[in-house]
């Protein structure tokens, strides 16, 4: 069996539990602290507007096409876990002069880094030698695991979003739509501006 596999096996139902632990103290938290929750998302989408706005002045032809909430790779490489807000153009990931912003939901991701810790520990106690190659491929996959929280969060402020004021001021391109997924990948779809 090789390292890496191993390593995986054993730390795989730690993993597990952990991570549904961890589901059921955000969920906890955020009910205790959803005004601090909601009100860092607002200031991090109402800069990203701001900028979209302040773009829009500059360039008149310019039209939003897609608002995205994506996860990075570098994100889980870095034990960051940071995700991108973006405003696109109808080019999506093309356009020359996209507005974004980066976002660290706290309330999602603030046991990651003590998990990766204690997981580190529980391996070398049980392996000798291993090293950060042979692990962060499985640390990567639960940090991986935690975007879909993010994206699930995200998709829940979405009609939220759509009412403020200065998401309104935007000049969107008919079929404007809010995604959120990986970087790079098409995403899922959470809202689709129809034309009148």
């Not at 034990?79 to 974004?100: H, I, M, R, S, W």
């Not at 009609?159 to 959120?180: H, L, N, W, Y």
Request: aromatic residues 12%.
């Amino acid at each position: 069996m090789d390292r890496e596999k191993e390593i995986k096996e054993r730390l795989s139902a730690v993993m597990e539990q952990r991570f549904e632990e961890n589901a059921k103290r955000m969920e906890k938290y955020y009910h205790v602290h959803k005004k601090e929750t909601d009100q860092d998302f607002y200031e991090r989408i109402t800069l990203l507007f701001d900028r979209v706005l302040e773009m829009q002045g500059r360039n008149t032809e310019k039209q939003a096409g897609y608002l995205r909430l994506a996860s990075l790779q570098s994100g889980a490489v870095t034990k960051t876990c940071e995700y991108q807000l973006a405003v696109y153009d109808q080019n999506g990931y093309l356009d020359k002069e996209p507005c974004f912003v980066y976002w660290h939901p706290a309330h999602i991701l603030r046991n990651v880094a003590g998990d990766l810790e204690s997981f580190t520990q529980l391996i070398k106690k049980q392996m000798i030698r291993v090293r950060g190659y042979e692990t962060d491929p499985i640390y990567s996959s639960y940090i991986r695991r935690h975007d879909q929280l993010a994206e699930d969060y995200f998709q829940a402020m979405v009609p939220e979003i759509v009412t403020m004021e200065k998401f309104r001021e935007i000049r969107q391109a008919d079929g404007f739509e809010i995604r959120s997924g990986a970087y790079g990948e098409v995403g899922r779809l959470l809202y689709k501006n129809r034309p009148e």
